[in-house]
């Protein structure tokens, strides 16, 4: 759902800048073909551009420990069950909006159908035996061709045919029925953006020039050819996937095209502008790979309000301070301090919190999850980026409304007016299963616990993929207590 939507507003951006080059560079001149050649392949590439991705070096900042998740508030007040009220909101915009988006195309779909249905009735009523000449009654329109058939109405005058079945069958010599289809479908998916209207109506100008470009070509003079125009300026009844003759919205256009001096050959230059801007683009939006990095389990500095700096073995947690009745032996190479000059100075400025009794549980829990972490199946170093990023079960706002529901505020920390923002790093290994849990910045040991702990309940990723190989990704999330 988020996918689609993120392509969606991709393809978007990418149709508004080709359409502001087109629109400020292009729209005046008398090349046609190239503006109309112009106008389809800049329509594909804004469709194509948000699937190719490319490689660069990610200049190293926070992301170095991972796909950074939204933070998750978890308060202690009688309101707690209200604490996910944001994310439920985030969660029911984001699929109300894509509900709107699928019924929007579903509409527009319809109508794409009714109309090529109508044609198709139309021919099947009307035509002969190998001739492309369809005479109808009833339509608001002179005339109008599509899919490979010219439509005259009846009430024509003979002398009249003759010049518009010329014009009709130019758009037939030139295909516009493909291009007036492709931006239909097009549109089913862009319906919202009114970018795409523009594209169809300038595309549809596009036709009508080159088609009076070639009448004009063949012999007729432009003051006869205006006047016939003219004349059936006021029966333009299209049918919306028709290239109608005398569409009332472009008279003034075409007869201004008539007229107008070719344009220069060297103003095709003007068309490489639209290659810096386009790679301007692709990189601000587009999807990137950076390099690995090596495993940094061996020396993460994490914070904590009573140790500013420590070096910790594979750390989970940081203890702050045990009660004497709670007898726990630790390892002693388990953790190690390492207090420089610089961070001397930081330690004295410390304030003591109040005093915090472990128990043994939280002490249990947290070695535990560090025996299960430490014991888990030996993998290739972590991905920061992929190219298939794991996928939690119903996506990344259902991933956090489950870490808010199932995180609880330690009861400890609430009699002791403890609270902060728990930074917590895990892999999503290979296989979709949460391992290497550690805490990249605590508070205190029961709230470094709660996190680790809520961590460590995750069901099971669709893993991350990097060239199509099911890879392990790292994963950040922060996690905030508040009273």
């Known amino acids: 759902m988020n996918l689609l939507l993120i392509y969606t507003v991709k393809v978007a951006v990418y149709l508004l800048v080709f359409y502001l080059i087109y629109f400020l560079l292009l729209i005046n001149d008398t090349s046609f073909s190239r503006n109309r050649a112009y106008i389809i392949v800049s329509l594909l590439f804004a469709f194509l551009l948000p699937f190719i991705r490319f490689q660069t070096a990610k200049p190293m900042d926070v992301q170095l420990f991972g796909k950074i998740l939204s933070d998750v508030f978890v308060t202690a007040t009688p309101l707690a069950d209200n604490n996910h009220l944001a994310i439920h909101d985030r969660i029911n915009i984001v699929k109300t909006i894509f509900y ?121 003079t432009i003051v006869n050819y205006q006047r016939l125009l003219l004349s059936h300026v006021f029966k333009s009844g299209e049918i919306n996937l028709s290239n109608c003759f005398s569409n009332p919205s472009l008279i003034r256009k075409r007869i201004t095209m008539m007229t107008k001096a070719p344009t220069s050959a060297l103003s095709n230059i003007k068309l490489l502008t639209a290659i810096p801007v386009t790679g301007f683009v692709f990189i601000t939006i587009s999807t990137y790979e950076v390099p690995t990095f090596p495993k940094q389990e061996e020396s993460l500095i994490i914070d904590s309000p009573t140790l500013p700096i420590q070096t910790i073995n594979k750390p989970i947690a940081v ?165």
């Open 319 to 483: 203890i702050h301070s045990i009660s004497e009745t709670d007898k726990v032996s630790l390892p002693e190479k388990s953790i190690t301090t390492t207090v420089s000059k610089k961070s001397s100075s930081v330690l004295n400025s410390v304030q003591p919190i109040k005093s915090v009794k472990i128990s043994l549980k939280d002490i249990n829990t947290i070695t535990k999850v560090n025996e299960e972490n430490t014991s888990s199946e030996s993998e290739e170093n972590p991905f920061v980026v992929v190219e298939e990023m794991p996928m939690f079960p119903g996506g990344e706002l259902e991933l956090l409304k489950y870490i808010g529901e199932n995180t609880k505020y330690p009861e400890i920390a609430k009699m002791n007016g403890i609270q902060g923002r728990v930074i917590a790093r895990f892999c999503v290994s290979s296989t979709g299963k949460i391992t290497q849990i550690s805490v990249l910045k605590g508070v205190t040991p029961e709230l470094d616990a709660e996190a680790v702990r809520v961590i460590s309940t995750l069901p099971t990723f669709e893993p991350g993929k990097q060239g199509g190989k099911a890879v392990p990704v790292w994963y950040m999330v922060p996690i905030t207590f508040s009273l």
């Open 100 to 220: 709107i988006y699928i019924t929007g195309i579903t509409l527009f779909t319809i109508k794409f159908l009714f109309d090529l249905s109508n044609l198709m009735i139309l021919i099947l009523r009307n035509k002969d035996k190998g001739n492309r000449i369809i005479r109808f009654k009833g339509l608001q329109s002179s005339c109008f061709s599509a899919m490979g058939y010219i439509f005259l109405n009846s009430d024509l005058k003979y002398e009249e045919e003759t010049e518009i079945i010329k014009h009709e069958q130019n758009h037939l010599n030139r295909n516009h029925f493909i291009d007036i289809i492709l931006v239909q479908i097009a549109k089913a998916f862009q319906w919202f953006n009114p970018v795409i209207y523009f594209y169809n109506s300038s595309l549809r100008a596009l036709h009508e020039y080159q088609a009076d470009k070639e009448c004009l070509n063949s012999g007729i």
